[in-house]
Nanobody, 123 residues
C-alpha cells in the first residue's frame, strides 16, 4: 500500500509562488508516474499535471502550463509542484496521486491519493 502526504500549501497573494511537496511511502516509488490534481469548492477535481517515473516526461493542463512545474526526487520518494505567478483561480485543495504506467489526466486512472493541501490565492 502506498501512502502519500502533501505539504507546502498556504495563503499567498496573486503573483506569488508556492512549492508543494508530496512524500510517498514504499520502495517502488520510482516505478510509477505521479499526478497532481486540484479541487476548488463546488467544482470537480481537475488535472494539473503528470510526471513519468524517471522525471523525463511531463505534461500539464493548459490552465497552468508555463506557470507550474512538476519535478521528482526518486531518492527522496518525493514529487514537487512548483507554482509561480499564482492567480486567485488557482485556489483549491491540491492532491498528488500515484497510479500505473498508463495513468494520465483522468483521476480514475490513479490508485492512491494523498489527503490534500489547501492553496489559497488572494487578489
Amino acid at each position: 500500500q502506498v501512502q502519500l502526504v502533501e505539504s507546502g500549501g498556504g495563503l499567498v497573494q496573486a503573483g506569488g509562488s508556492l512549492r508543494l511537496s508530496c512524500a510517498a511511502s514504499g520502495p517502488t516509488f520510482s516505478s510509477y508516474p505521479m499526478g497532481w490534481f486540484r479541487q476548488a469548492p463546488g467544482k470537480e477535481r481537475e488535472f494539473v499535471g503528470r510526471i513519468d517515473r524517471s522525471g523525463g516526461s511531463r505534461y500539464y493542463a493548459y490552465s497552468v502550463k508555463g506557470r507550474f512545474t512538476i519535478s521528482r526526487d526518486n531518492a527522496k520518494n518525493t514529487v514537487y509542484l512548483q507554482m509561480n505567478r499564482l492567480k486567485p483561480e488557482d485556489t483549491a485543495v491540491y492532491y498528488c496521486a500515484v497510479g500505473p504506467s498508463y495513468s494520465g489526466s483522468r483521476s480514475s486512472t490513479y490508485d492512491y491519493w494523498g489527503q490534500g493541501t489547501q492553496v489559497t490565492v488572494s487578489s
